[in-house]
């Protein structure tokens, strides 16, 4: 992100807002891939066995 903006109000309850994105192909070569921790795992053994149970044949 290059600017951010708050622009001018519209009546609304929220405000109109600018902002500028600049894409970088380099930069994700500087980004680090997270690691799963312990309960990262353990959240995805249970995403596994929920899909499990939703794909079960019912019989």
Known sequence: MTAIERKL???SDHFPMYINLQFNPA???KNEVPLPDQDDIEIQDDIEIFKEKVNAETG
Request: proline share 0%; with cysteine; glycine share 16%.
């Open 27 to 29: 930069a994700e070569m």
């Open 9 to 11: 109000s519209c009546g």
